[in-house]
């Protein structure tokens, strides 16, 4: 299986900083990644997928990049909203498997 | 608009099998493949399998073979997940979610149900 590796697993920020995410997979898979938003108690939403590529109706607050096996999800302007935990997804070969979470609280 | 809308929450015995079921609306049914996601308390996500609406092929995760089953109702629009002996350990919030992009089996998801969460207890 591959596995994925978030880093930081959590962050503290305040509203309107930078915030930068990285995941790492254990073999290359290309750009088939994506990478999602929980809040508490609420089920994921999609965010980014293709590595780089803005699901419809997400804010450009948030961009994607990386391929191969090292990636980032940056937030360029941290909203109210944006505190949550967030999650990568490789989706290149079975079982897909999820990174461990990053959870981004405020400071 | 897309909706995925899932069963209610159920409490079960160890040993027990329990079905969870998402109904979609909102887009052609069969045009999209779906995940099944879980989530245990506290914990991140994992990937349990993925099914295809039209003809009902699926691929399981190794960790769930023999366990699980994904099946689906063109006629109503709706796919199952049945698990099967269960233990405390499979406690978690289930989550269905469509696959992006039409008849894809290496895809991400775009939509998500709204979870149902499955107690395991003596």
């Known amino acids: 299986d591959i596995q994925m590796t978030q880093s930081p697993s959590s962050l503290s920020a305040s509203v309107g900083d930078r915030v930068t995410i990285t995941c790492r997979a254990s073999?290359?898979?290309?750009?088939?990644l994506a990478w999602f938003q929980q809040r508490p108690g609420k089920a994921p939403k999609s965010l980014i997928y293709a590595a780089s590529v803005l699901q419809s109706g997400v804010p450009s607050e948030f961009s994607g990049s990386g391929s191969g096996t090292d990636f980032t999800l940056t937030i360029s302007s941290l909203q109210p909203e944006d505190f949550a935990t967030y999650y990568c997804q490789q989706y290149y070969s079975y079982p897909f498997t999820f990174g461990g979470g990053t959870k981004v609280e405020i400071k | 608009q897309v909706q995925l809308v899932q069963s209610g929450a159920e409490v079960k015995k160890p040993g027990a099998s329990v079905n969870v079921s998402c109904k979609a609306s909102?887009?052609?049914?069969?045009?999209?493949?779906m995940y099944w996601v879980r989530q245990a308390p506290g914990q991140g996500l994992e990937w349990m399998g993925i099914i295809n609406p039209s003809g009902g092929s699926t691929t399981y995760a190794q960790k769930f073979l023999g366990r699980v089953t994904m099946t689906r109702d063109t006629s109503t629009s709706m796919v199952y997940m049945e698990l099967s002996s269960l233990r405390s350990e499979d406690t978690a919030v289930y989550f269905c979610a469509r696959v992006r992009g039409s008849s894809s089996w290496y895809e991400t998801v775009d939509y998500w149900g709204q979870g149902t969460l499955i107690t395991v207890s003596s």
């Open positions: 909102g887009y052609t049914f069969s045009s999209y493949y």
């Open positions: 073999q290359a898979i290309s750009n088939y």
